[in-house]
């Protein structure tokens, strides 16, 4: 009897401990911010991956007007810009941090020779692109052996490129093929390939988009063969197909609005999924998070719906290094706003919201 006892025991204890969920582990989360508030700088925050809570916020690093954070890809370096136009006579600069953990020491920051940098990247070969909004134009840094900036960047000047429109570059980002960039004011994404040491035009120079489209963000989908750009002006998402030659041609437009809002909007992040089955918006204005999903062929988007950020003025937003979790950094309303992320079918339950002065990037490090 005993025996039968103990067994019974045994097994009702195995049983418990393969139903046990598997515990996720917690996560460090930078917010890059605006400094003209109650914001100092940089933060950090404790992020569960269990529960999608919030904790420990800490200030990192003083810093004026960090609004756009890159992680290196060995997460040994972070970088921020410093979106002023005096941070000395040319215009705005970028800093480069050693990272141990969650504690970020500095290294050394740089002038961009451009005003208003508002997005930092980092290729996997020791460079660092910025680029400059209102000095309408973007800096190539070679990056030292410990990741701090090296001098002489390479200026790379849009303005020349049409007497027209006024050159706003947006985001440079590298991808497989060199260096790509959106410009929302000259309504184009330029692309530049490295050639003995330095970046020059592609054989693709351009990237052209509708008058007063404005792109501003984009990311690259099925290993590079998709490129989705986010139009900050006329509140649309552009769907490009790489044919053979290595070109992009545009094969689909879709608007980011729904169709009974009447409001002005401003378009401005978008990420896709992990598994790259869904793509998000953010809508500036609608105020939303809106939701596509991806075609596994096409890698064209189809509506799945649009979920409110509980906040004003969504801007950067991120996904947790899990994906069930989408974060949103409401600038105007100073909070950031967890989501739940269903993985099937895509769609944003709204779980908790925490005070945060001025957010405008979200960076999770894993």
Not at 13 to 40: H, N, R, W
Not at 181 to 205: C, H, M, N, S, W
């Amino acid at each position: 009897m005993k025996k039968i006892i103990l067994a019974g025991m045994v097994a009702v204890l195995a049983i418990a401990c393969a139903e046990k969920p598997q515990e996720k582990p917690m996560y460090t989360l930078f917010v890059g911010t605006y400094t003209d508030g109650d914001s100092e700088g940089i933060y950090t925050y404790t992020f569960d991956a269990n529960t999608g809570e919030l904790s420990n916020q800490k200030l990192a690093a003083k810093l004026t007007n960090p609004s756009y954070l890159a992680l290196s890809k060995d997460k040994k370096n972070l970088y921020a810009v410093q979106e002023t136009a005096n941070f000395d006579s040319l215009g705005g600069g970028v800093t480069a941090f050693s990272l141990n953990k969650d504690v970020l020491e500095l290294q050394n920051s740089m002038g961009t020779q451009g005003a208003h940098p508002c997005h930092v990247s980092v290729s996997g070969d020791g460079h660092l692109a910025v680029a400059n909004y209102t000095g309408g134009n973007l800096s190539v840094f070679a990056l030292n052996e410990d990741g701090s900036l090296a001098d002489n960047p390479q200026v790379i000047d849009h303005k020349p490129l049409d007497t027209v429109k006024t050159s706003h570059a947006h985001m440079a980002q590298f991808d497989a093929y060199g260096l790509m960039v959106t410009d929302l004011g000259l309504d184009a994404i330029k692309r530049y390939v490295k050639k003995e040491g330095t970046f020059v035009p592609a054989e693709q120079p351009s990237i052209p988009f509708a008058d007063g489209a404005g792109p501003r963000h984009f990311t690259l989908g099925g290993n590079g063969k998709t490129l989705y750009v986010i139009n900050e002006l006329n509140s649309t998402i552009s769907v490009f197909e790489r044919v053979e030659n290595g070109n992009y041609q545009e094969v689909q437009v879709v608007p980011t609005l729904d169709k009974d809002y009447q409001g002005k909007n401003a378009c401005a992040d978008l990420h896709l999924s992990p598994d790259g089955r869904f793509l998000y918006g953010s809508n500036r204005g609608e105020n939303t998070i809106v939701i596509f999903a991806v075609d596994g062929e096409s890698g064209q988007l189809e509506l799945v719906g649009r979920e409110s950020v509980h906040g004003d003025w969504p801007r950067n937003f991120s996904m947790d290094p899990t994906g069930e979790f989408l974060l949103v950094a409401n600038k105007k309303t100073s909070n950031i706003t967890v989501f739940k992320r269903n993985k099937e079918n895509g769609t944003l339950t709204f779980l908790n919201e925490i005070s945060h002065p001025n957010p405008v990037c979200l960076v999770f490090v894993d």
